[in-house]
């Protein structure tokens, strides 16, 4: 077995791990009356969030007092929320709501999903003082919008287009670490012993280096299925 293949049958597992322990909470809010689409907006709504506190970090913080407590919360409401992108799915799996427009729909509010929260993270950057960090984090939202764009580009053309390591869930999860590893280490640490921001930079260049890596090898793997 490839490498490839063995990923992904390590992610389809961990994939499969999670929905058992979910389906009980979807099965309820199936019989609740949720929708896939209310379950979807609420995810959005949740990022909102997560984005208002981190520009609300920056807006109120300084390079010489950093608002860490917000960035700490801004990373646990985006962990949290991260969870609708399953949750969604699963609803209209298991509630027999499956639909072209909801497809559509998750799709473009994933998109307005990472436009805040990196647009928050951003914004925070700037605000302390991290130019550079904030433009590494400007390139991170330019591959995360590439990465979809090039699958959904290919996608319209009758390809398959799949592949890549820096996938929606992995940008979540780096992000979502990255913001609250950033202020729980801030907190506890003095900024005289280690600069906690630049976990969150790490984490944005990260993103930045292997979401574009990923909008470009799809790039390939696209051309290479059109010269056949």
């Known amino acids: 077995m490839s490498i490839k293949k063995q990923a992904k049958a390590q992610r389809d597992a961990l994939q499969q791990g999670i929905y058992c322990v979910i389906n009980p909470f979807v099965r309820l809010l199936i019989r609740m009356g949720v929708t896939p689409n209310m379950v979807t ?30 960035v700490t919360w801004a990373g646990t409401i985006i962990i949290l929320f991260s969870l609708f992108d399953m949750l ?19 799709s473009v509010l994933d998109r307005y999903c990472e436009l805040f929260t990196l ?3 951003s914004y925070y950057l700037i605000q302390t003082g ?26 319209g053309l009758g390809l398959e287009c799949k ?8 940008r979540v999860v780096v992000t979502a670490l990255g913001a609250l590893a950033t202020g729980i280490v801030g907190s506890c640490v003095s900024a005289s012993d280690f600069d906690a921001t630049w976990i969150l930079i790490g984490a944005m260049t990260i993103i930045a280096v292997f979401a574009n890596l990923t909008a470009f090898a799809r790039v390939e793997h696209s051309r290479r299925q059109l010269i056949k």
């Open 163 to 170: 592949i890549g390591f820096m996938q929606r869930p992995e």
């Open 119 to 121: 647009g928050g993270i």
């Open 130 to 155: 991290y130019v550079g960090g904030a433009l590494i984090t400007f390139i991170a939202l330019v591959g995360s919008i590439m990465v979809s764009y090039v699958r959904a580009r290919a996608e």
């Open 41 to 70: 907006t609420i995810g959005l709504l949740g990022n909102i969030a997560a984005a208002a506190l981190l520009v609300w970090a920056g807006y109120t913080g300084s390079p010489y007092n950093m608002n860490y407590d917000m």
């Open 88 to 106: 969604d799915g699963q609803v209209a799996r298991l509630g027999g709501m499956v639909s072209t427009f909801g497809a559509m729909y998750d």
